[in-house]
């Protein structure tokens, strides 16, 4: 089993967990809360993560002008 682990775009440390790579493909688009720092981010498809919230922002930013 290939564990899955990523580095935190907000708090920048690694995590590493028991989820297997394979299981995490069926959420790549989901959020997912940082163990280190609680913050959400969301898993892209080459599973690493992103900042959730930057997305949010992005999102609101285009609707609203």
Do not use: H, Q
Not at 16 to 34: H, P
């Amino acid at each position: 089993m290939k564990r899955w682990e990523f580095i935190c775009p907000i708090c920048k440390k690694k995590v590493v967990n028991d989820y297997d790579v394979e299981e995490i493909k069926d959420y790549i688009g989901a959020t997912y809360d940082c163990p280190e720092c609680g913050e959400t981010v969301r898993i892209k498809s080459d599973l690493t993560v992103e900042n959730f919230e930057t997305i949010l922002s992005d999102i609101f930013s285009e609707v609203l002008f």
